[in-house]
């Protein structure tokens, strides 16, 4: 039976190219819905992997309690000497904690694309920023001083936002401030954000006391120890949170959101694209028949020619899906997009056309195929012999 | 017309494949209806009347930075100005951080002034909330989700602001009545809306006192809008707190482009849809006139003169891409509920359906072009021989 499976197959297959415009249509139905599929899901990815990248598990975050982000959080300067002195943070070689403290405010700057105002971080760093994140590089000019209104660019956000290139100047609330540097940050989402000394930024927005607290510990372990201290001591009422976690959960609503999107769509092309191959298959089948009808005279039996037209619809809906896989990946993977981020503030990030979603590309192709297929299969395998061969 | 059975005859000529061409090409209009309403609500967010003649003024540099109150008295005496009012971001929700709440601290005479008519609140209500100082006044629609009565006094929680008090982040208020929206179109967008008095929120709190978040303006000609906004920007020019005025539709746009070229994103896959759909249609006709050409054949010999065949063949195509476009509409128009529920506060418009049927007009002709053209070159003698 093996040997008729492959008899009839091959035999199938030859004959593709007198179906050429039939077959083409489950090719091109199929890569349609593929192309779409993956690069919708290719920006969840992409804006997953942005917020996901953020971040060491041995750095934490601290946040007044009950603020949720960032932008709300507020911490006094006494707040930030007591988390400076609680057990499990990394010193420098004086004897420091390794903790940043940050104010985190948005400011208004164009969007190339669209001319209109966008919220873009504006992160004031503490001193210890390059030891704190030692990810950070300068890719381009020099980094900022302290005192000065100076402020470096993240490579992402001079990509999506206008006039932030070395040696721009943006204007502040009445004062100039001049882009110094271009840094680059392992991809993570501060690459969207401006950082600037952190008491030039509070004086600039007249806010006494900081946004968060970012430190880094001596190890990963040391975690539970420097939260309990910190959320045990009556002075303070903090969240502390290391910040894989809470970047994880800043990026969870948008990237469900966008995936969720993006699988309905997908799913309704599919059901279209999916009538477009049971047309294809069946009208392959009619071609066929009097082809079928005399290899079962012959005495081929029903189940290799049920498998010969299954196996067409694969393969084709296979081509299909790599055709539309590849195109995704081509236009848009690597390609640089914004958003609003969890919380307000803009986020850049790039298309990400990973394995698992080809993967998954090719999968639902398949899927798409195998039900295109099934019934004209069962049509051809069921095809009366004797009525066919009159047919002819 | 009266060729209308005979079209409709050889449109069902082969069942099964015009039923699934047919569910193919519904299918797409289908995702075209979903997805350009959704491209027109984001490309044109409600500018009905109600909003043409209000403005919205925020910190020129960053929505987070707060204005202060005493900008109020030098914007009402702005000429064209009708009223003015102010808000801030209250960053509230009830319990849990999805049960979101739209919480506005607002004065209340100047916001009920100037949203005049838009609301609808019982007047024994309307006095009640004047009258207690913790009132609130809470969206019907919010009342039923969380089950809140009038009467209950309700915690929220603050993600921003510490009380005075405790230097807790959670405020406690007495619903005293409802509120209600009278546009039906705004229904949705107030949906999750909490009204409290400005100046509870603002003894209240233990920072940010005689600052507000933002001012909204209602001006008495909207023509003016524009002439109004400079004013309005003129008075607080090279302060520390220089503002940025625009129209509220405007302001909305401008957050909602934030998100990103949606409408690009959306047409860029209508565009893959109707591309693949091109292909499947086309070569469902190609593949009915190449059977049929022994009886166009017959036709022609009775006397169907070329360019007839080609209508014939232009008019099954039309019919097939209409029944198709006009029952993937109304699906289309059936779902907006659906997607309303996953849009809050966007208002969706029936009327992005309409350039549905010009496109499947023109669907059906690109696709019913070339069956059409070879239908109309046929020649008698070699189609009766069967010579294809």
Redesign the interface.
Known sequence: MFKQFIAVTGMSLRTLPQRI??S??IV??I???V??LVS?LAMGAGFRHTLADTGRADRVIIL??????E??S?LTRSDIDTIGNAPGLAKDSSGKALLSSELV????VP?I??G????VTLRGVGLKLTEVRPELKIAEGRMFRPAVRELIAGVGAVKQFRGLNVGSVLH???ADWTVTGVFTSNGDIHESELLADVDTVGSS??RNGYSSAVGLLTGPEQFNGFKDALTTDPQL?VDVQREPDYYAAQSKGLSQAIN?VGTT?AI??A???M??A???M??AVAARGQEIATLRAIGFGALPVLSSVMVEALLLSLLGGVIGASLAWLFFNGHS????GGA?A?VVFQLTVTRALIVTGIVWACVIGLLGGLFPALRAARLPVAEALRAA | MKYLPLIWATLWRKKTRTIFTLLSVVVAFLLFGMLETVADAFAHPDTGVTGADKLISTNKYSITLSLPFSDAQQIRSVPGVAEVTWISWFGGYYQESKNFVFALPIDTDSYFNLHKDEFIVGAEQMQAFRNTRTGALVNSALMKKFGWKIGDKIPLHSTIWTRKEDGSLDWTFDIVGTIGVKDPTQASAQSSTLLFHYELFDEGRSFGKGEVGWFEERVDDPAQSAAISGRIDALFANSPNETKTQPANDFTMAFIKQFGDIGFVLRAILGAVFFALLFLTGNTMMQSVRERIPELAVLKTLGFGDGKVLMLVLAESLLLCMIAAVIGLALSYAALPIIKMGLQGVKLSPAALIPGIGIAVLLALVVGAAPAMRAMRLSIVDALADKR
């Open positions: 415009g039939a083409s249509v091109i139905g890569a349609g819905v192309a779409v919708v007044r309690g009950g603020s949720d982000a932008l709300n507020n405010t948005v400011v208004n969007k694309d669209t209109t105002d966008a919220n502040l609330r009445n927005v007249e009422k969720v769509v309704i092309m059901i279209g694209a009538f477009g049971l047309n294809s069946y009208s997009v914004s958003t609003l307000f803009q």
